[in-house]
């Protein structure tokens, strides 16, 4: 069955340290591959998206995330985690052009320790 | 600019009672698409349209939901016999047109709660 799986239900990480989200997918084709953020009261808030090319994308924040085809994954990373970083985190899938919504993995929500 | 709006921010209904959730899109955007989000779970797709027409309604989960966007722009969602499984955050989004690597932008939702 197609999915998008997050695999940790939540971290928590020390204020300063690094952080890596999880994700992998599971479709026949390589999909469009998003991060999204959603802070408590917040919309969701796109951190950086995968569409092709070079297979490290940067995104806001800081963010980056690396798409390793083999794998079926797209890891969000940050290398110094600050406190507003506390947060839900998602990620995404696309099957353009053949589809156009979302499919979302159940996301991670992160916790920050000072 | 202005992003998505959506209203109410919070709404509390109780059972069997009709509720309507409203959402202002960016101008100019064709798409729309509303998504439910149940506490700890991902947003999941309810509807999609384009324009004036509902072009894929295929995630409402069953005949008491109902979708409309009568002039292309705002759109509401129209829940029947609230039950309390519809309890969750009701999201709606945005996008320039429905093509390939047209960002989606997101309302804040509307949470709903059915006691």
């Known amino acids: 069955a197609q999915s998008v799986t997050q695999p940790d239900i939540h971290i928590t990480v020390s204020e300063g340290a690094s952080l890596e989200l999880r994700c992998n997918y599971s479709y026949g084709a390589t999909p469009y591959l998003f991060w999204y953020v959603q802070s408590p009261g917040q919309g969701l808030q796109l951190l950086l998206k995968y569409f092709s090319g070079d297979t490290l994308v940067q995104g806001i924040k800081g963010f980056e995330a690396e798409f390793k085809r083999s794998q079926s994954s797209f890891n969000l990373r940050k290398p110094s985690v600050h406190w507003s970083d506390a947060a839900e985190y998602f990620c995404?899938?696309?099957?353009?052009?053949?589809?156009?919504?979302?499919?979302f993995g159940a996301g991670t929500t992160v916790t920050v320790r000072a | 600019g202005a992003g998505v709006s959506q209203t109410p921010s919070n709404k509390v209904t109780e059972k069997g009672k009709y509720v309507e959730l409203r959402c202002d899109p960016i101008?100019?955007?064709?798409?729309l698409y509303w998504y439910r989000q149940s506490l700890g779970q991902g947003p999941e797709f309810l509807i999609y349209f384009q324009g004036t027409g509902a072009a894929d309604d295929s995630g409402l989960p069953n005949d008491r939901f109902f979708a409309v966007r009568p002039e292309g722009s705002v759109s509401t969602l129209k829940i029947q016999r609230t039950e309390r499984g519809d309890s969750a955050v009701y999201l709606c989004?945005?996008?320039?047109?429905?093509?390939?690597?047209?960002?989606?932008?997101f309302g804040p939702g509307t949470r709903l709660t059915v006691t």
């Open positions: 995404a899938v696309v099957l353009w052009p053949n589809d156009y919504k979302l499919s």
């Open positions: 989004a945005s996008s320039l047109t429905a093509g390939t690597g047209d960002e989606q932008y």
């Open positions: 101008s100019g955007h064709t798409a």
